[in-house]
Nanobody
Framework: QVQLVESGGGLVQAGGSLRLSCAASGRTHTSYPMGWFRQAPGKEREFVATINWSGSRTNYPDSVKGRFTISRDNAKNTVYLQMNSLKPEDTAVYYC????????????????????WGQGTQVTVSS
């Protein structure tokens, strides 16, 4: 079992920044690829960022590329999502996820690719 707990969400004005954290416990997550997704009301869960097990490879959709940065600190069992230049359309519940495939360097872009999920943290961007 892997437990994931997100934090860092909140209300911010357009153009502002937030940093989300995802703390992992249970079976070690340091060797697993991780991802961030978001879901707005009435919409499907959307891929935001993914990082390989070592942190050397990342991938983003065009909608957040250049504004969001995913990183990880395996010594702290934590994955981060730095979000800059936030827009109202970034408003959503943000979830982190873990895929139980050790030492994978592949990109995983779909929610079905992941095995464990956090409870989510709300991000609201006002215009």
């Amino acid at each position: 079992q892997v437990q994931l707990v997100e934090s860092g969400g909140g209300l911010v004005q357009a153009g502002g920044s937030l940093r989300l954290s995802c703390a992992a416990s249970g079976r070690t997550h340091t060797s697993y690829p991780m991802g961030w997704f978001r879901q707005a009301p009435g919409k499907e869960r959307e891929f935001v960022a993914t990082i390989n097990w070592s942190g050397s490879r990342t991938n983003y959709p065009d909608s957040v590329k250049g504004r969001f940065t995913i990183s990880r600190d395996n010594a702290k069992n934590t994955v981060y999502l730095q979000m800059n230049s936030l827009k109202p359309e970034d408003t959503a519940v943000y979830y982190c996820a873990a895929r139980l495939q050790r030492y994978s360097d592949n990109y995983y872009l779909h929610p079905d690719d992941y095995d464990y999920w956090g409870q989510g943290t709300q991000v609201t961007v006002s215009s």
